[in-house]
């Protein structure tokens, strides 16, 4: 449960778009929370705690996802990251830590790349910096396009529920429900403009790496479990990005914040706060 009180609004973006987000009280410097890919700002839930004490949390809804507006064709990667310079200058106005995770990671880097003046510090948690490289047969093409196919069948939330069970049993039931209501919630242009490649044309991590100065960690993923960043990538990404520190968690899945938050939260607090 959450015990961190938040606010819910609505940034109103051009042409009528507008972007979800939800505030903590303001305890210190501003932290950005960007989610992953068929996120929502709930998604930072299990770290709200750990960090409200320290920081201004601001969580937002990526387009095409929770509360946000749906963005049909518009879900190429930079234009999430233009949303979050929108963010930062219209709502935050100062300059801000951020962590990303997964899509919210490669959304940071295109942030610390294209102003690097509106980041103080960020952290990108098991990023798919380098997942155009190896996308046939990839384990997250094939899951985006097997809830693709079930979303495209307009199901309610019970059968959609019913059907993520049956693709990836083990879990209660509160949690497959939860999931159905968040992929309802989402776009399915979203799945379908990263399925085609859509979202990435003429996006270039490695023309990126080098211009995103401010100061940032590398959290990596155990590929053994899923991870979204191979070994030979985070060498790539370290040895290219100008100020980073790399951590790989053995033993530790795609979701590194949801399935250990404590440490999540102390290694982050721990990097942060050395650039406060």
Same mark, same amino acid.
Request: hydrophobic residues 35%.
């Given at each position: 449960?959450?015990?961190?009180?938040?606010? &819910?609004?609505?940034? #109103?973006?051009?042409? =009528?778009?507008?972007?979800?987000?939800?505030?903590?009280p303001e305890s210190g410097p501003p932290l950005l929370l960007i989610h992953g890919i068929s996120g929502q700002?709930?998604?930072?839930?299990?770290?709200? !705690?750990?960090?409200?004490d320290s920081w201004h949390i601001f969580a937002v809804d990526l387009r095409g996802h929770?509360?946000?507006?749906?963005?049909?064709? =518009?879900?190429?990667?930079?234009?999430?990251?233009l949303d979050q310079i929108d963010f930062i200058e219209r709502v935050i106005k100062r300059p801000t830590f951020v962590i990303g995770h997964s899509l919210g990671g490669s959304t940071a880097l295109g942030l610390a790349a294209e102003r690097a003046d509106l980041v103080r510090a960020a952290?990108?948690? !098991?990023?798919?910096?380098?997942?155009?490289?190896?996308?046939?047969?990839?384990?997250?093409? !094939?899951?985006?396009?097997?809830?693709?196919?079930?979303? &495209?069948?307009?199901?309610?939330a019970q059968n959609l529920a019913s059907s993520l069970e049956e693709m990836n049993?083990?879990?209660?039931?509160?949690?497959?429900?939860?999931?159905? #209501?968040?992929?309802?919630?989402?776009?399915?242009d979203v799945f379908r403009s990263t399925l085609s490649g859509r979202s990435r044309v003429g996006w270039l991590t490695e023309d990126l790496l080098p211009k995103a100065t401010p100061?940032?960690?590398?959290?990596?993923?155990?590929?053994?479990?899923?991870?979204?960043?191979?070994?030979?990538?985070? &060498?790539?990404?370290?040895?290219?990005?100008? !100020?980073? #520190?790399?951590?790989?968690?053995?033993?530790? =899945?795609?979701?590194?914040?949801?399935?250990?938050?404590?440490?999540?939260?102390?290694?982050?607090n721990r990097f942060l706060m050395k650039h406060r």
């Open positions: 449960m959450l015990n961190t009180q938040v606010h &819910e609004a609505k940034l #109103e973006a051009s042409s =009528g778009r507008h972007i979800n987000y939800a505030a903590s700002w709930q998604d930072w839930h299990c770290i709200f !705690d750990l960090l409200a929770g509360k946000s507006s749906w963005t049909p064709n =518009g879900y190429h990667w930079r234009n999430y990251s952290v990108y948690e !098991d990023p798919p910096f380098f997942v155009h490289r190896r996308w046939e047969g990839n384990q997250f093409r !094939d899951t985006f396009a097997a809830i693709l196919e079930l979303l &495209e069948t307009n199901p309610d049993p083990g879990q209660d039931t509160e949690y497959y429900f939860a999931r159905a #209501e968040k992929l309802l919630a989402m776009d399915p100061p940032g960690l590398l959290l990596q993923a155990d590929p053994e479990h899923g991870s979204a960043l191979w070994d030979d990538e985070a &060498e790539t990404a370290i040895a290219i990005l100008p !100020d980073a #520190e790399h951590q790989k968690w053995e033993g530790c =899945g795609h979701g590194m914040h949801a399935s250990h938050p404590e440490r999540f939260a102390q290694r982050v």
